[in-house]
């Protein structure tokens, strides 16, 4: 799988830069060698805030190196389950 093939699609990514420990949901859209445009609400409430303004005329995207990636998550295949919740 590659950034290019979840183009369009929603992901979890860590970015350490926007919260160490805590994924943001994001939509991916586009991707360059040097890493990947996403639309995010967390950065758009937080440019906002800083502007002082309560909306923006377009929307905002947002370049992510890939270097600012510690993770990315997306589903698939059957389900997800965490082993503690069932004792194991």
């Known amino acids: 799988m590659q950034f290019a093939d979840l183009v369009g699609q929603n992901v979890s990514i860590l970015v350490p830069v926007i919260?160490?420990?805590?994924?943001q949901n994001v939509k991916i859209v586009g991707v360059e060698n040097g890493g990947i445009w996403i639309e995010s609400q967390t950065l758009t409430n937080l440019a906002l805030a800083?502007?002082?303004?309560?909306?923006s005329p377009t929307g905002l995207r947002w370049f992510v190196p890939?270097?600012?990636?510690?993770?990315?998550m997306v589903g698939g295949g059957g389900p997800a389950l965490d082993e503690s919740a069932f004792g194991v």
Do not use: C, E, R, V
């Open 19 to 23: 919260h160490a420990t805590k994924l």
């Open 50 to 55: 800083s502007l002082k303004i309560p909306a």
């Open 66 to 72: 890939y270097s600012g990636i510690a993770l990315a």
